[in-house]
């Protein structure tokens, strides 16, 4: 994906905002992960069930969550 593209399902419409290339490994025994690159991406049109369905998980409302948000991956 590229900055500015968008994808969309039945869900919601997900848009890639920005990528930071990292490449670093953290080493936390037991654990080693390796980050290739952080994605900042906004999520709108989000169904109504599905924002529920974030909201239980997340300390929010369905109300905020169906206005749309944007996240981290890593």
């Known amino acids: 994906m590229e900055v ?8 919601a ?5 920005k990528i930071k290339q990292v490449n670093e490994t953290v080493d936390i025994a037991p654990l ?7 994605k900042v991406i906004k999520l709108t049109d989000i169904d109504p069930t ?3 369905d974030i909201a239980l998980n997340a300390d929010t409302t ?3 969550i169906k206005d ?6 890593c």
């Not at 500015?4 to 039945?10: E, I, L, T, W």
């Not at 419409?13 to 905002?17: G, I, N, W, Y």
């Open 50 to 52: 599905f924002a529920e």
């Open 32 to 38: 080693k992960i390796i980050v290739k690159d952080v």
């Open 68 to 73: 749309g948000f944007s996240y981290i991956q």
């Open 13 to 17: 419409t997900a848009e890639l905002f």
């Open 4 to 11: 500015g593209q968008k994808a969309k399902n039945d869900t």
């Open 62 to 64: 369905s109300e905020e």
